[in-house]
Nanobody, 120 residues
Framework: QVQLVESGGGLVQPGGSLRLSCAAS????????MAWYRQAPGKQRAVVAS???????NYIDSVKGRFTISRDNAKNTVYLQMNSLKPEDTAVYYC??????????????WGQGTQVTVSS
C-alpha cells in the first residue's frame, strides 16, 4: 500500500506565496519522477511541474520564474514553492509520482488534492 499525502494549500491574495508538500509512504522501493498537476473548475487536470530523481526539472511556461519544484529523496517528499500567485493559479493541486513498490511493481500514484485559491 502506498499513500501520497499533500498539505499546504489555502487562500492567498494575488502576489502572495504558498508552499505545497507531498509525502509518499508505504511499501516504496524507489520513486522516479514526481510532479504537480492542477485542475481548475471546468478544465482538465494538467501538469504544472515535474522533477526527476536526479533533480532535473520542467515547468509549464505560465509558472516559469514563479514556481519552484524540489524534492527530498530521503523523505520521499516533493515540494512546490509558489510565488507571485495570480488568480488564474486557482485550482486543486495534485501530486503524482512514479513509484516502484517493494513487490517490484511500478505504478503512478496520486495524492488526494489540495485547494489553492488566489483572490483578494
Amino acid at each position: 500500500q502506498v499513500q501520497l499525502v499533500e498539505s499546504g494549500g489555502g487562500l492567498v491574495q494575488p502576489g502572495g506565496s504558498l508552499r505545497l508538500s507531498c509525502a509518499a509512504s508505504g511499501n516504496i522501493f524507489r520513486i522516479n519522477t514526481m510532479a504537480w498537476y492542477r485542475q481548475a473548475p471546468g478544465k482538465q487536470r494538467a501538469v504544472v511541474a515535474s522533477i526527476t530523481s536526479e533533480g532535473r526539472t520542467n515547468y509549464i511556461d505560465s509558472v516559469k520564474g514563479r514556481f519552484t519544484i524540489s524534492r527530498d529523496n530521503a523523505k520521499n517528499t516533493v515540494y512546490l514553492q509558489m510565488n507571485s500567485l495570480k488568480p488564474e493559479d486557482t485550482a486543486v493541486y495534485y501530486c503524482n509520482a512514479d513509484i516502484l513498490r517493494t513487490t517490484m511493481q511500478w505504478n503512478q500514484d496520486w495524492g488526494q488534492g489540495t485547494q489553492v485559491t488566489v483572490s483578494s
